[in-house]
């Protein structure tokens, strides 16, 4: 599993305990017991080994990019896919079509309003990193799905997906269903390195964390 993490990342981390800081329990309320159980028992193993984990207790900036992202997502997706819908809407499934359609409705203002709040956010994590290691919150809103039909909530990737700060997910031990929750761990622009070094360490301890 360990294989994946380069193996200089562990080097590259700095020789005192960890701050880990808790997204915001705001901005991830809608996801499942077995999901929440992953991320506090996690923190447990996390406080365990020494490292340090905090609260963040402003969820405004991390909710703000939530809205931020939907904006620029429906302003961009019809834009990128004008060809298709004017050509081939046919091929595109009913769903995707009737985004487009209500997304077309978003200004121009209200993308560069959106931009915005997603610069706003890079400046403010620039200072949050330096004083933290990482952002630890959930991956995704509840297990996987089963089937192929739905892929999941974009949840607080949202947020992360817009601010282009490197994230990497760390697999839980599976439920009783078989499926694994997950860890996800976000750092600062241009600390990847790090970021993988962070993973590296913690990915045992995901491992060991059972959903409940």
């Known amino acids: 599993m360990l294989s994946c993490f380069p ?3 562990p080097d590259t981390l700095p020789e005192r305990p960890l701050r880990i800081a808790m997204l915001p329990a705001k901005v991830w309320e809608g996801a499942d017991t077995a999901t929440r159980s992953v991320i506090e028992r996690m923190a447990d193993a996390i ?3 020494g490292d340090t984990v905090i ?3 402003d969820a405004a900036p991390f909710l703000e990019m939530i809205e ?4 620029v997502m429906g302003y961009e997706i019809p834009r990128a896919l004008s060809w298709e819908l004017e050509t081939h809407p046919d091929l595109l499934s009913d ?3 009737e985004f487009c359609e209500v997304s077309l409705d978003i200004t121009h203002l209200a993308y560069a309003q959106a931009l ?3 610069d706003r956010f890079r400046l403010m994590a620039r200072g949050l990193f330096a004083e933290i290691d990482a952002i630890m919150g959930p991956a995704a809103a509840q297990l996987a799905p089963e089937g192929l039909s739905w892929t999941g909530d974009p949840f607080v990737n949202r947020i992360w997906s817009l601010s282009k700060l490197p994230a990497v997910a ?5 439920a009783e269903n078989g499926l694994k929750g997950s860890v996800q761990l976000n750092a600062g622009a241009g600390q990847d390195a ?7 360490r913690y990915a045992p301890l995901a491992a060991e964390v059972r959903p409940g």
């Open 68 to 71: 931020a992202q939907k904006v």
């Open 170 to 174: 760390l697999p839980s031990a599976a």
């Open 7 to 9: 193996a200089w990342a």
């Open 194 to 200: 790090k970021l993988c070094a962070i993973a590296a």
């Open 47 to 49: 406080s365990a080994t």
């Open 116 to 118: 915005e709040v997603a």
């Open 55 to 57: 609260d963040l207790p």
């Open 95 to 97: 769903e995707l079509r």
